[in-house]
């Protein structure tokens, strides 16, 4: 049976998000900057802004894409650091491995937030809650950092939660919560209602989801328009998005085992020039040709160990993969070749999550 648009798949969210993620890596790596006011950014004499602060330096109101110049006339003590972006990423990396032990079920927003779907997880017995805990806990006995979760029957309001106890805390919003937790919620709350938005609907006394709620459906959709639905939709808390957990692809290649092992650079580069034409044709079919960053040549041997060999490239160039090919040979050692393999690596395309973020902005 499908399900029509008043039926709302039930799901099991969670939401984790960071504590002054970057904020607080640099805590972990430098014991003298833990007890004070700390600011990642660009340093004031740049005209730098803040990317994010520790706690105690929000507490004198600094805050991120604050301009550093303000953020050090806030609280004079700020120390100002420039951060390490690779580090930030690697860590990204490991939180994510953490979440993979719990669902594939992962979309992330940035290097410090995603979404878990935990629908069918048998975890817990099943329980979001223990498994968000869990999550917490991996975190900070691995990782030596904080997190926040937020735990929702949807997206949107898993989102909102995480926000709820931070830091360093949960926030779960059962389906029998749902009604009586949107009442009171500030439309500004709701991710993609932006600052003109929120102004906007307040013109018309529109403040809290209750407000939303008791206005006429007709005279908001005849306003504005179709973003209004979703709106709508959101301050009745629903949100019947599934999460878009699309792999970004990492590479693309093809490869042949012979029915007879060959030993000569002759002979696998005869192989080699068949699997050409197919390797440019399912590059083509997944439209990746812009995104190739390496070339690759793997060999697997007769005794079952094979060695790859690589070389930085933005193109399908047939004399890389030749030299390649000769490169891998060098570790042949007499013996035989089962397969012969090639692809291209692909540059990650992080532009696809910036896109997916929604907007309500009329
Ligand atoms: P956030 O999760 O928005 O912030 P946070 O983790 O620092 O703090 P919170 O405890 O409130 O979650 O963003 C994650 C990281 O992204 C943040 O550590 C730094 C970076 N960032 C910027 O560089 N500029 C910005 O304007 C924001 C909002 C974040
Ligand atoms: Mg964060």
């Given amino acids: 049976m499908s399900l029509n648009c008043n039926q709302v798949k039930s799901r099991k969210i969670i939401h984790i998000d960071m504590d002054c993620f970057f904020a607080a890596v640099e805590m972990r790596e430098n014991p003298a900057y833990r007890n004070r006011p700390l600011a990642v950014g660009g340093s004031s004499d ?22 550093t110049a303000q953020a050090v006339k806030k609280c004079p003590h700020l120390l100002v650091v420039p951060g390490n972006m690779a580090l930030y990423k690697q860590i990204s990396q490991q939180i994510r491995a953490i979440f993979s032990r719990y669902t594939d079920k992962i979309e992330p927003l940035s290097l410090d937030e995603a979404f878990l779907d935990v629908s069918d997880s048998k975890d817990f017995q099943g329980s979001a809650t223990l498994i968000a805990e869990s999550i917490r806990s991996d975190i900070a006995n691995e990782l030596n950092l904080t997190a926040s979760a937020g735990v929702a029957p949807n997206k949107f309001l898993a989102k909102i939660a995480s926000d709820e106890n931070k830091p360093d805390g949960t926030f779960v919003i059962t389906p029998e919560q749902v009604s009586d937790f949107v009442f009171d919620l500030p439309l500004r709350k709701i ?93 083509k079919n997944s439209k990746a040709g812009d995104a190739i960053h390496k070339q690759v040549v793997k060999l697997k041997f007769n005794d079952f160990q094979s ?56």
Avoid: W
């Fill in 46 to 67: 740049r005209r730098g802004v803040i990317s994010t602060c520790n706690y105690q330096a929000r507490k004198f109101g600094v805050r991120s894409a604050m301009a």
């Fill in 191 to 283: 991710p993609g209602v932006g600052k003109v938005t929120a102004q906007k609907l307040a013109d018309i006394g529109l403040i809290t989801a209750a407000d939303v709620q008791a206005y006429p459906k007709e005279a908001l959709l005849n306003r504005f328009g179709k973003y209004a639905a979703d709106l709508i939709e959101r301050c009745y808390g629903r949100d019947n998005r599934a999460l878009q957990t699309e792999r970004v692809r990492k590479s693309v290649g093809v490869e042949r085992t012979l029915a007879q092992d060959i030993y000569s650079y002759e002979q696998a580069l005869a192989v080699m020039s068949k699997l050409l034409p197919e390797l440019v044709h399912r590059i």
């Fill in 307 to 362: 060695t790859t060999i690589e070389k930085t490239s933005d193109q399908v160039n047939e004399g890389l993969f030749n030299d390649l090919l000769q490169g891998a040979l060098m570790r042949q050692d007499a013996r035989g070749i089962r397969l012969v393999g090639i692809s291209v690596g692909l540059a990650e395309d992080n532009k696809k999550n910036l896109d997916r973020q929604m907007t309500f902005e009329f």
